[in-house]
């Protein structure tokens, strides 16, 4: 089994910041990367930012500057820092890991059940 639980998503005035963050669990032998991706009602659910288990961050340019992915390896934890929120950025925001399994061959992509982020002009 594997578990991904995400936290710190709430209501701010433009301007302001939130630090979401996901932790993931169980039967797992590897993770080669975490990622972000939200979701406005009506809308495509796209991809914000990600980060591999070696470190390397990439970033979509709408959001560069102002949002900061990190992780943790040894607690299997990825936080995204969003400052300078922009009513836009308005959207439920999902945790992604890309890992395998321990029962596995390959790699698969585990979602968490999503944080609700609103910003307010």
């Known amino acids: 089994q594997v578990q991904l639980v995400e936290s710190g998503g709430g209501l701010v005035q433009a301007g302001g910041s939130l630090r979401l963050s996901c932790a993931v669990s169980?039967?797992?032998?590897?993770?080669?990367?975490m990622s972000w991706h939200r979701q406005a009602p009506g809308t495509q659910r796209q991809w914000v930012a990600s980060i591999t288990w070696g470190g390397s961050a990439n970033y979509r340019d709408s959001v560069k500057d102002r949002f900061t992915i990190s992780r943790d390896n040894a607690k299997n934890t990825v936080t995204l820092q969003m400052n300078n929120l922009k009513p836009e950025d308005t959207a439920v925001y999902y945790c992604?890991?890309?890992?395998?399994?321990?029962?596995?061959?390959?790699?698969?992509?585990?979602w968490g059940q999503g944080t609700q982020v609103t910003v307010s002009s």
């Open positions: 992604k890991a890309n890992l395998v399994h321990k029962s596995k061959y390959f790699p698969d992509d585990y």
């Open positions: 169980g039967s797992i032998f590897s993770i080669n990367n």
